[in-house]
């Protein structure tokens, strides 16, 4: 089992920045890629970033691509995703989820273990 908390969101400007955390109880990063997701009120879940076990492997949504970085610390057991040049079309609530699959997953049916979310808004 796996335990997720996400925090780091909040209200920030149009070009600002955000770093989301997610850190991990029970099993570990160590062994399960991660990945990040968003909801945005009236839309479908929608993929954002994923990283590999050992950092070493990362994947992007192209709607974040240059602006968004996910990283990890395997010592806190903890991932981050760095998130500047913020869009007001950024705003969402922001899920981390472990994936059961191998490889950078995009689609959220592979991944089982989900966070409560934490909710980013950006104002023009």
């Known amino acids: 089992q796996v335990q997720l908390v996400e925090s780091g969101g909040g209200l920030v400007q149009a070009g600002g920045s955000l770093r989301l955390s997610c850190a991990a109880s029970?099993?570990?990063?160590?062994?399960?890629?991660m990945g990040w997701f968003r909801q945005a009120p009236g839309k479908e879940r929608e993929f954002v970033a994923a990283?590999?076990?050992?950092?070493?492997?990362?994947s992007y949504a192209d709607s974040v691509k240059g602006r968004f970085t996910i990283s990890g610390d395997n010592a806190k057991n903890t991932r981050y995703l760095q998130m500047n040049n913020l869009k007001p079309e950024d705003t969402a609530v922001y899920y981390c989820?472990?994936?059961?699959?191998?490889?950078?997953?995009?689609?959220?049916?592979?991944?089982?273990?989900w966070g409560q979310g934490t909710q980013v808004t950006v104002s023009s």
């Open positions: 990283i590999s076990v050992s950092g070493g492997s990362t």
């Open positions: 029970g099993r570990t990063f160590s062994n399960y890629p």
């Open positions: 989820a472990v994936s059961v699959v191998v490889g950078l997953s995009r689609h959220s049916n592979e991944y089982r273990y």
